[in-house]
C-alpha cells in the first residue's frame, strides 16, 4: 500500500533566486533609464561626468558609457537576470510542490545559482567593456556562451530529474510550460551562439549575412517566447489560481493554447526581417505565422483572466492580484500588437523605429515586470513566513510603474509612427523626399524624454517593491516548507512506452497534417496544392476520429501527462520543426545561388579590423545596413539613377555576423562605402569623405547639427588591433570567406599601407586633434594610421561595395526555395534600365 | 463565456466527490451539461473543462483560412506583385518625375537669370541660405571657408571653400547648379579623395537653383560678368 513520508522544500534556492532577481533588476532598469536618457542627451554617454566632478575629469565620452555598449547590457540584464532569476524563482518554488518532491539535488541547485549569477557579473564587466558578438541578445562572448550553456544543461538535469522523482501522477500545465521552455532556450542558444573563437574574448558566428539574420532572428524573437513568454505563463498557472483561491478557467483551453502557441512561436522568428531582402517566401511565413500566433498568445491570456471570475474584488484589495491581472492584460495586449507589426504594410511603417521599443516594453514593464511583482509579494511572506511589510508601499509601486509603463508605451508609439510617417514623406511631385533624417530624430525629442520619464517612474516603482520585500523579509524568518506526502507508487508512472504514446491516433493524424502542411509550403506547382489537400482531408479525418474516439484522445493526452519524456519528446518535435523548414532550406540554398546579381566584394584586412571596431562599438543598435524593398527606403538611401538599389543578397553575404540592425536611431549605412580613390592602392571614398568621418567621430554634432550620437574620442587613442588580424582572417576562411591566400606579412602590409593611405588623406585635408593641436605632421599620421579611427573609417568607406554578376537568370525550381515555384511573369520594362 | 460556472455548485460537486462511492465529478458533470471541475488537483490548484469561446476559435480558424488564401494567391496567381516589381515601378516614375522637373528647370534658368533674377530676390536667397545651412555646412563651413572655429583654431571642413574665388568645376552659374544636382563629376579624383554626393536625389531643382543663387550673392563679384545686359 502506500506510504507517507513527510518532505521539506528547498525555499533556499527560491529566495535566493528571488533576491537576485530583485538586485539584478534594479541594475538592469537603472542602465536602461541611462541609455534612455543618453538618446535625449549626448552628453550622457559621459561628457555629464566633466560635469558632476566639477571638472576633474575632461572628454566628451567615456567608451564604456556609450550607448552602444550600455544598451546590450541593458538587455541581457532585464532579460537574463532580472526575468531569468525571477523565472528560476517561481520555477523551483511551483515544481517541487508540484511534483511533491523536493527538488532533485541540491548540489545542482546551488551550482544553477551561483553559475547562473556569475555569469551575470561576467557578463556586467564583458558587455561595457565592448567585447561582444554583435547579435541582439546574443552579445556575449562564446567563454560565457559555453558557460551558460553548462548551467542550462545542470537546470535541466535538475529539473528534469525532479519530475522523475515525483509523487504526483501527472503534470500540471505549469510544468508543460517550463519543458517547453528548458528543451526550446538550449535549442536556440546552441544554434545561434555557434561561433569559430579567433582569440578568448573574440569569435565568429559561422552563420553569416542572411542566414546569420535568419538564424538571429529565429533565436532572438523565440527568446521572447521561450524565455519571457512561456516560463511566466507557467509561473502564471500556478500562482494565479493560488492567489485567487480558484479554479483554472479551462484545462482543454490549456491543452489547445500550449500545443498550438509551441509550435506556431517558432515560426515566426523572420516578421523582424520584413520587407528586407530576406526571400519573400520566409516573410511570408514570418507574417502568417505571427497572426496565427494572435489566438494561441491569447488563449494564454483569457486562462489567466477568466480564472478570475467571481474573484474580482479581490482586484481591490490584492496586490497580487492587482499585478498579476495588469500583467496579464499588458500580455494580451502585446501579443495582439504583435501579430499587428507582423503584417507586412504595418511593419513598412513600425520596423527600424521606436514603435517597436515601445512594443516589447509593452511586454517587457507590463507583463515580465508586474509579473515579476505579483510573484514577489505572493511568494515573500510564505518564504519569511510573515506578512508582506507594507501593502500600501506596494500599491503605491502598481500605480507608479503603471503610469511608468503608459508612458512609456504611449511616447515610443508616438515617436515611432510619427517617424515613421516622416521618413515616408515626399515633397510635392514625388520626386524627393520631404525630410532629413536628422529632422525626423529632432522632431521625437520630446518623446524620447517622456520615455525617459515613464522609464524613471518605473524604476522607482521597482526600488519601492525591492524595499518593501527587504522589510519583509527581515521582519520574518526564513523558513523551508514541510509537506505530508504519499509516495506515489512506481507501478504506472512513466511507464507506457515510447512507442505507445507516440504511436497513436492524435499523433497520427496531427504529424501527418502537419508534414502535408509543409509539403505544401515546399513542393512545386499542382504537387503542392495536392498536399494542401491531403492535408485538409487529414485534418477533417482528425476532426471525426476525435468526435468518434468518444474521448480516447483526452485519455490518450492524460496518459501523455503521465509520462514525462514522451511529452518532452513531442514539444522537441513540436519546436524543431518551424527552425528547420526555415534554415535548412536557406543553409542549403541561399549561399552562391542567391545573391542576386550582387556579390559582396572582399574586406582587406584593416576594413576587417574596421568592422570589428563597428560591432564592438555596438554600432547596430542604432545603424541598420539594410535598404529596405520600400519606395522611401530607396529614395533615401539608395543612388540616384538606380531603379534597384535596395539591398541585394549577395551585397552582405561575408559578413559575420551580419549587420542589418534593427533600430534606426540613425540613418541606414548601407551605401556609405564607395569606390576606389584614383591613385590609391586601397583606399576607398564613399558619400563621405575620411576627414568629414574625422570630424563626425570628434563631434558628430558638428557635421549633423541635431544628431544625438556620442562622440568618440577614444579611438583617436587607442590603437587598432592589427596584430590579432592573421588568425582573425585564417578563422574567416574557415567558415567560408573566400580570402586570398596571405601570409601574415602580407597582411600586416596591406593593412599598413591602407592606414597610411588614410591617414595620408587626413593630413593632406589639414585634421588635427582640438585635445593636442601641437601634434602634426607625421607625428600626428603615425598616431592616426595606427588608430582605431582609420580602421573603423576604412571600413565605414567600403561598406556596401559589390560587384556586378551577370544577371543570374530566374532561380531554378527548386524544392527548397518556394519563390521559384511563383508563375514566371515579364520582367518589368523598368529593370531594363536599372544600370 | 456564456457559461458562467455557478461557484456554489461547483464546491458541491467537489464536496460529493470526496466521497469515494459517488459518481466520477467530470462524467457527473458531462451528464448534467454544467461547468466540468476535473477531479484532480495539483498542490490545492483546480482546473474547470470550459469550452473554448467561438470567437477566440474563430479568430484561430481565421488565421489559418486567411494563410491558406495568402500563401495560394501569392504564389499561384500574380496577382500581388512581388517587392521588387512594386519598388522598381515606383522608383522609375520618381526618376521620370525627377527628369522632367530638371528639364522644366533648366530650361527656365541660365546664367544670366540665376544673377539678374535669382540671386538679385532676398526671398530666393533666403531660401536658399535654409537649404545651404542644413544641407553644406558640415562641409563648406557657415560662412562659405570651409572651415570652422575649434580650439581657437581654424580647423579644416571636408569641402572646397566657396569663397576663395576658385571654382574647379568651373565659375559659370549654371555650372554650379548642374555640379551640386550631380555631385562631384565621376572622372574627378575629388578634394582628398572625397566626392560630393549628387544633390539632386535630395533636392528639388528649384532649392538647388535656389542654393546657386545663394551662392552668388555671397560672392557677387565671380559672377557680374554674367548678370543680364553684360557681354560676355
Not at chain 1, 497520427?508 to 496544392?529: E, N, R, Y
Not at chain 1, 560587384?803 to 537568370?809: A, P, V
Request: aromatic content about 12%; charged content about 15%.
Amino acid at each position: 500500500m502506500s506510504t507517507t513520508t513527510t518532505i521539506t522544500y528547498d525555499d533556499t534556492s527560491v529566495r535566493r533566486f528571488m533576491s537576485a532577481s530583485i538586485i539584478w533588476g534594479l541594475v538592469g532598469m537603472l542602465v536602461g533609464v541611462i541609455i534612455a536618457t543618453q538618446l535625449s542627451w549626448w552628453q550622457m554617454n559621459g561628457k555629464f561626468i566633466e560635469a558632476i566632478s566639477f571638472g576633474a575629469f575632461k572628454g566628451d565620452g567615456i567608451s564604456f558609457l556609450t550607448f552602444g555598449r550600455l544598451r546590450p547590457l541593458h538587455t541581457n540584464a532585464v532579460i537574463f537576470a532580472f526575468v531569468g532569476n525571477m523565472v528560476f524563482a517561481g520555477i523551483y518554488y511551483s515544481t517541487q510542490r508540484l511534483c511533491k518532491v523536493r527538488m532533485a539535488s541540491d548540489f545542482l541547485s546551488n551550482l544553477h545559482f551561483w553559475g547562473w549569477q556569475l555569469i551575470i557579473v561576467a557578463a556586467a564587466i564583458t558587455l561595457p567593456a565592448g567585447l561582444t558578438r554583435g547579435k541582439e541578445y546574443a552579445e556575449l562572448i562564446w567563454p560565457i556562451n559555453i558557460a551558460v550553456t553548462v548551467i542550462w544543461v545542470v537546470f535541466a538535469i535538475n529539473f528534469f530529474w525532479t519530475l522523475a522523482k515525483r509523487n504526483e501522477p501527472s503534470l500540471y500545465v505549469a510544468l508543460w510550460f517550463y519543458i517547453a521552455t528548458i528543451v526550446t532556450v538550449a535549442m536556440l542558444y546552441i544554434v545561434n551562439h555557434l561561433s569559430l573563437p579567433t582569440s578568448l574574448t573574440h569569435s565568429y558566428p559561422i552563420f553569416g549575412g542572411l542566414q546569420d539574420g535568419l538564424v538571429q532572428w529565429w533565436y532572438g524573437h523565440n527568446a521572447v517566447a521561450f524565455f519571457l513568454t512561456t516560463p511566466v505563463l507557467g509561473i502564471m498557472y500556478y500562482f494565479l489560481p493560488k492567489a485567487a483561491n480558484k479554479p483554472v478557467y479551462s484545462y482543454r483551453l490549456s491543452i489547445v493554447h500550449f500545443w498550438s502557441l509551441v509550435f506556431i512561436y517558432i515560426w515566426a522568428g523572420p516578421h523582424h526581417l520584413l520587407n528586407t531582402d530576406l526571400p519573400r517566401w520566409l516573410q511570408n511565413l514570418g507574417m502568417l505565422f505571427s497572426l496565427m500566433l494572435w489566438a494561441p498568445s491569447w488563449g494564454g491570456m483569457l486562462n489567466g483572466l477568466l480564472t478570475l471570475r467571481g474573484a474580482w474584488a479581490q482586484l481591490r484589495t490584492d496586490p497580487v492580484i492587482k499585478f498579476f491581472v495588469a500583467g496579464i492584460t499588458f500580455y494580451g495586449m502585446a501579443t495582439f500588437e504583435g501579430p499587428l507589426l507582423s503584417i507586412r504594410a504595418v511593419n513598412a511603417l513600425s520596423h527600424y523605429t521606436d514603435w517597436t521599443i515601445g512594443h516589447v516594453h509593452a511586454g517587457a514593464l507590463g507583463w515580465n515586470g508586474f509579473m515579476a511583482a505579483g510573484l514577489f509579494y505572493w511568494l515573500a511572506p510564505r518564504l519569511w513566513k510573515t506578512k508582506l511589510w507594507s501593502q500600501s508601499l506596494a500599491n503605491m509601486h502598481f500605480w507608479i510603474g503603471l503610469v511608468g509603463i503608459l508612458l512609456y508605451v504611449v511616447a515610443m508609439w508616438s515617436a515611432g509612427i510619427m517617424q515613421g510617417l516622416m521618413l515616408g514623406e515626399a515633397n510635392p511631385g514625388g520626386a524627393t523626399l520631404k525630410y532629413k533624417f536628422v529632422e525626423t530624430l529632432e522632431s521625437i525629442h520630446i518623446f524620447y524624454f517622456l520615455r525617459s520619464v515613464g522609464g524613471f517612474f518605473y524604476l522607482i516603482g521597482f526600488g519601492l517593491c525591492a524595499f518593501n520585500i527587504w522589510k519583509t523579509a527581515r521582519s520574518g524568518v526564513a523558513t523551508n516548507d514541510t509537506a505530508e506526502v504519499v509516495v506515489l507508487e512506481r507501478t504506472r508512472k512513466d511507464r507506457a512506452g515510447l512507442g505507445e504514446t507516440l504511436i497513436s491516433d492524435p499523433i497520427a493524424h496531427i504529424v501527418l497534417g502537419i508534414a502535408f502542411t509543409i509539403l505544401w509550403f515546399f513542393l512545386p506547382p499542382h504537387a503542392d496544392k495536392a498536399a494542401l489537400i491531403v492535408a485538409i482531408a487529414l485534418g477533417y479525418k482528425g476532426v471525426m476520429a476525435f468526435r468518434k474516439s468518444g474521448g480516447g484522445w483526452s485519455r490518450w493526452h492524460d496518459s501523455l501527462l503521465e509520462n514525462y519524456i514522451p511529452f518532452t519528446i513531442l514539444v522537441f518535435i513540436a519546436v524543431a520543426v518551424g527552425g528547420a523548414s526555415q534554415i535548412i532550406p536557406s543553409l542549403v540554398v541561399n549561399r552562391d545561388k542567391n545573391i542576386e546579381g550582387r556579390l559582396q566584394e572582399l574586406y582587406t584586412p584593416l576594413e576587417l579590423a574596421g568592422r570589428d571596431l563597428y560591432v564592438a562599438e555596438g554600432c547596430y543598435n542604432c545603424h541598420s545596413q539594410m535598404i529596405r524593398t520600400l519606395v522611401p527606403d530607396v529614395m533615401r538611401y539608395g543612388r540616384a539613377g538606380k531603379l534597384d538599389d535596395y539591398s541585394h543578397l549577395g551585397e552582405s553575404i561575408y559578413d559575420h555576423p551580419y549587420q542589418w540592425g534593427s533600430k534606426r536611431t540613425g540613418p541606414d549605412l548601407a551605401r556609405e562605402g564607395g569606390e576606389l580613390v584614383t591613385g590609391a592602392k586601397y583606399m576607398r571614398s564613399g558619400k563621405r569623405g575620411n576627414d568629414w568621418h574625422f570630424n563626425h567621430f570628434l563631434n558628430p554634432r558638428q557635421t549633423s547639427p541635431g544628431s544625438n550620437m556620442p562622440a568618440y574620442p577614444w579611438l583617436f587613442e587607442d590603437k587598432a588591433d592589427l596584430k590579432a588580424l592573421p588568425g582573425k582572417i585564417a578563422a574567416q576562411v574557415r567558415i567560408g570567406v573566400p580570402w586570398p591566400a596571405l601570409n601574415q606579412h602580407e597582411i600586416l602590409d596591406m593593412a599598413q599601407v591602407q592606414a597610411l593611405e588614410i591617414a595620408d588623406s587626413l593630413i593632406a585635408a589639414k585634421v588635427y586633434l582640438p585635445d593636442k593641436p601641437e601634434l602634426q605632421g607625421l607625428a600626428l599620421r603615425d598616431q592616426l594610421a595606427a588608430s582605431k579611427f582609420v580602421a573603423l573609417t576604412a571600413y565605414l568607406q567600403k561598406i556596401g561595395a559589390y560587384r556586378e554578376i551577370t544577371k543570374d537568370q530566374p532561380a531554378e525550381p527548386s524544392m527548397l526555395n518556394p519563390d521559384s515555384h511563383r508563375r514566371p511573369e515579364k520582367v518589368p520594362a523598368a529593370t531594363t534600365q536599372a544600370h | 463565456m456564456t457559461r458562467t460556472p455557478n461557484t456554489e455548485s461547483t464546491t458541491t460537486i467537489a464536496m460529493s466527490d470526496s466521497s469515494t462511492s459517488g459518481p466520477k465529478l467530470g462524467e457527473y458533470a458531462r451528464e448534467k451539461g454544467e461547468v466540468v471541475l476535473r477531479p484532480h488537483e495539483f498542490d490545492g490548484i483546480q482546473e474547470y473543462d470550459q469550452k473554448l469561446p467561438n470567437w477566440w476559435l474563430f479568430t484561430f480558424y481565421g488565421a489559418v483560412v486567411f494563410t491558406v488564401i495568402y500563401w495560394t494567391v501569392y504564389y499561384h496567381t500574380n496577382l500581388l506583385k512581388t517587392d521588387h516589381q512594386i519598388v522598381q515601378e515606383a522608383i522609375s516614375i520618381v526618376e521620370k518625375a525627377r527628369q522632367e522637373d530638371l528639364v522644366k528647370a533648366l530650361a527656365s534658368i541660365d546664367d544670366s537669370k540665376l544673377v539678374s533674377v535669382w540671386a538679385a530676390d532676398p526671398s530666393i536667397v533666403a531660401a536658399g541660405q535654409a537649404t545651404y545651412s542644413t544641407n553644406c555646412t558640415a562641409c563648406h563651413g557657415a560662412d562659405l571657408s570651409a572651415t570652422m572655429e575649434v580650439a581657437g583654431k581654424k580647423a579644416p571642413l571636408p569641402g572646397l571653400p566657396l569663397n576663395d574665388h576658385q571654382w574647379k568645376y568651373g565659375g559659370k552659374p549654371m555650372d554650379l547648379f548642374k555640379l551640386i544636382n550631380a555631385g562631384t563629376p565621376p572622372d574627378s579624383p575629388g578634394h582628398n579623395g572625397a566626392k560630393m554626393q549628387a544633390w539632386g536625389q535630395t533636392l528639388s531643382p528649384k532649392q538647388i537653383a535656389e542654393l546657386t543663387a545663394y551662392i552668388i550673392a555671397k560672392v557677387p563679384d565671380d559672377f557680374k560678368a554674367y548678370a543680364a545686359g553684360t557681354t560676355n
